[in-house]
């Protein structure tokens, strides 16, 4: 059971570059995540998916697109890559479609630097 | 506004002794979940402990418990009998419940790094 995986663990792109970061779990979860973390921000949502077969912006959508390819994967595609880009990505899922109570569990991150 | 706010930057306890890492929010919601995740040096998000608004009782996990004062907006993370290992950052974080509209939404503090001396 690995829970939830990322790939690639670090990546470097040049500006206007595309690039898609995959992430997929095996825990049955419903809902998916895409987070960005920058350093003294804390994480902010990119992207969710609440359910197989929908997605919806977070916080921070801009230049940024996703695919919900099937209940275990979920994809984040940068189209044209640029320095304000460079950060530290995370997926997460989580159980239920939604609700306060709702636990997320977190990949281990995608280290991109866009230079 | 911040919704979440984490006053210490860095906090220093000696191994075996407890330590408190101070989480404030604000809300407008009744319904609302509160949660504490650990950031090792190695990157990835490990949760930890969850409170809800609704429970009566202060959320317990092995070391870790949730001091939850709700008329003030805290959930306190405690951690008693500190280890090396939980020298990591330490991320406060909220669900709103927000009539449905705030759906899948974790709002994060910025964090509180933690270091435990031998």
């Known amino acids: ?115 | 506004a911040q919704k979440i706010t984490q006053t210490q930057p860095g906090m220093f306890v000696q191994e075996k002794e407890a330590v408190t890492l101070d989480c404030t929010y604000d809300t407008s919601d009744q319904s609302y979940g509160l949660f504490w995740y650990k950031q090792p040096s190695s990157g990835e998000m490990i949760f930890l402990i969850y409170q809800g608004s609704y429970d009566e009782q202060n959320a317990t996990e092995g070391r870790y418990s949730l001091n939850f004062q709700k008329a003030r907006k805290s959930a306190n993370l405690v951690i008693s009998a500190s280890q090396l290992g939980d020298s990591a950052m330490y991320f406060c974080a909220m669900r709103e419940d927000a009539g449905g509209t705030s759906y899948g939404k974790l709002t994060f503090g910025q964090g509180t790094i933690l270091t435990v001396h031998p």
């Not at chain 1, 998916?32 to 912006?57: F, V």
């Not at chain 1, 950060?87 to 709702?102: E, I, K």
């Open chain 1, 1 to 115: 059971n690995a829970g939830v995986t990322q790939t690639p663990k670090f990546q470097v792109l040049k500006t206007g570059q595309s690039m898609t970061l995959q992430c997929a779990q095996d825990m049955n979860h419903n809902s998916m995540y895409w987070y960005r973390q920058d350093p003294g921000m804390g994480l902010r949502l990119i992207y969710y998916s609440a359910s197989e077969g929908t997605t919806d912006k977070g916080e921070v959508p801009n230049g940024y697109n996703v695919s919900r390819l099937n209940k275990r994967e979920f994809s984040l595609r940068l189209e044209s890559a640029a320095p304000s880009q460079t950060s530290v990505y995370f997926c997460a899922s989580s159980p239920l479609a939604g609700g306060v109570t709702d636990t997320q569990y977190f990949g281990p991150g995608t280290r991109l630097t866009v230079l």
